[in-house]
């Protein structure tokens, strides 16, 4: 089946440790996201990726870091300069034109920082 | 992309028809609007989107008014299962989908 798949889906991690959040679609799809949604809260961008070997920062990018080395693949990594990791992150899928404009979401990650 | 207004919550009867508003009184002539809802700890889930015309898919409606300033997301015939927060958002088509989720609204379908 066709979709974005995350994971882990939980995640544990001492203060000081940097971990890496995967995600990999199978939907062809050109353009890849990742959010950060903490409790009550809407979701906030933190990178995006439009073509292979190339991201931009988004909005709360402090502390994060991403690669795309592949089409399929856009894992993000959560370091120890990132101040408050704690919180549930999405990362999405869409086309970048001729479309509806849908992003395609996966299941998320919570990572809870102990 | 344009910055969009929604109430906190909502509650509905079940079987009822719910009508979520959504104000986007900024929004470009090129910006579409969506509607996306997200279950408890799950990703969201796209809805319907519509640019002017009201639109309407198996799951529900889509009004936008004729100034495109304001819409309403209608689940016709609203189930427990409707229970989510909903997220308006107003965003293009084309280039990269730099989607603002807001807070959303949280629509609670009762027994």
């Known amino acids: 089946d066709g979709g974005i798949t995350q994971s882990p889906k939980y995640l544990f991690r001492k203060e000081g440790q940097n971990v890496t959040l995967s995600c990999e679609q199978n939907l062809n799809h050109d353009a890849m996201y990742w959010y950060r949604q903490d409790p009550g809260q809407g979701l906030r961008l933190i990178y995006y990726?439009?073509?292979?070997?190339?991201?931009q920062k988004g909005d709360i990018a402090e502390g994060y870091s991403v690669s795309r080395e592949k089409k399929e693949s856009f894992p993000l990594t959560v370091t120890s300069a990132q101040k408050n990791p704690t919180a549930f992150y999405l990362c999405a899928s869409g086309r970048l034109a001729g479309n509806t404009g849908e992003l395609f979401f996966g299941e998320g990650s919570r990572l809870t920082v102990l | 992309d344009a910055k969009t207004t929604q109430p906190p919550s909502m509650d509905c009867a079940e079987g009822r028809a719910a009508n979520l508003p959504c104000n986007h009184s900024?929004?470009?002539?090129?910006?579409?609007v969506y509607w996306y809802r997200q279950i408890h700890s799950q990703g969201p889930q796209y809805i319907i989107h519509g640019l002017k015309n009201n639109e309407t898919n198996e799951m529900a409606s889509l009004i936008i008014t004729e100034d495109r300033k304001s819409s309403t997301l209608i689940l016709p015939h609203a189930t427990l299962r409707d229970t989510a927060v909903y997220y308006c958002i107003a965003g293009a088509t084309s280039g990269t989908y730099k989607y603002i989720f807001g807070t959303g609204t949280r629509l609670k379908v009762l027994a």
């Open positions: 900024t929004i470009s002539g090129n910006e579409y």
């Open positions: 990726s439009q073509i292979v070997n190339d991201f």
